[in-house]
T-cell receptor, first 113, second 114 residues
Framework: KAGVTQTPRYLIKTRGQQVTLSCSPI?????VSWYQQTPGQGLQFLFE???????NKGNFPGRFSGRQFSNSRSEMNVSTLELGDSALYLC????????????FGPGTRLTVT | DQQVKQNSPSLSVQEGRISILNCDYT??????FLWYKKYPAEGPTFLIS?????DKNEDGRFTVFLNKSAKHLSLHIVPSQPGDSAVYFC?????????????FGGGTRLMVKP
């Protein structure tokens, strides 16, 4: 069974631009979560989607948004990029709403210049 | 306020010996705990988990122990192998969350020397 895939793997953007990252969960998994990893803040939860609905949101500004499609694929968007948004963005999928185990993709490395 | 803490940023162990990685938490609503292993430029890989109704869970060379009264968990790797060298994260979750939100510790870098 294929794992979680994320595209693109690497991205360089300029301050003020916006970016969209994509995630395809493991086949059959219906819950998708997004995390941000930075050297200073570690791994922090962004949001989680299940059945196209956002169920939980971390402590991030409204510039960070996401959505989930009917096939469980998910996208996250960051508008008006800031230098501090440079990070590894990780997507994780789990079987359903009651599954604790989450399986991570390789991440998208975003660099904002 | 860090709800999950890994106080040792790094640990060095000889091949074949036991590696013990520790994790403390403060939120008493956490009822499920997980350990992940991460190599550079890759996403975290799920290793092992434990529910708060248990105090031990074993999977091959990996054993996780949970001490609820002390709000402490540990991951034991026996025997340690050079391929185990990576950053290990503990994570916690709880039914108090509306969804599947994991709170991570800061990670411990394990180095297993041949």
């Amino acid at each position: 069974k294929a794992g979680v895939t994320q595209t693109p793997r690497y991205l360089i953007k300029t301050r003020g631009q916006q970016v969209t990252l994509s995630c395809s969960p493991i086949s059959g998994h219906r819950s998708v979560s997004w995390y941000q990893q930075t050297p200073g803040q570690g791994l922090q939860f962004l949001f989680e989607y299940f059945s196209e609905t956002q169920r939980n949101k971390g402590n991030f500004p409204g510039r960070f948004s996401g959505r989930q499609f009917s096939n469980s694929r998910s996208e996250m968007n960051v508008s008006t990029l800031e230098l501090g948004d440079s990070a590894l963005y990780l997507c994780a999928s789990s079987m359903d709403a009651s599954s604790y185990e989450q399986y991570f993709g390789p991440g998208t490395r975003l660099t904002v210049t | 306020d860090q709800q999950v803490k890994q106080n040792s940023p790094s640990l060095s162990v000889q091949e074949g010996r036991i590696s013990i990685l520790n994790c403390d938490y403060t939120n008493s609503m956490f009822d499920y705990f997980l350990w992940y292993k991460k190599y550079p430029a890759e996403g975290p890989t799920f290793l092992i988990s434990i529910s708060s109704i248990k105090d031990k869970n074993e999977d091959g060379r990996f054993t996780v122990f949970l001490n609820k009264s002390a709000k402490h968990l540990s991951l034991h790797i026996v025997p340690s192998q050079p391929g185990d060298s990576a950053v290990y994260f503990c994570a916690a979750s709880g039914r108090s969350n509306a969804g599947n939100m994991l709170t991570f510790g800061g990670g411990t870098r394990l180095m297993v020397k041949p």
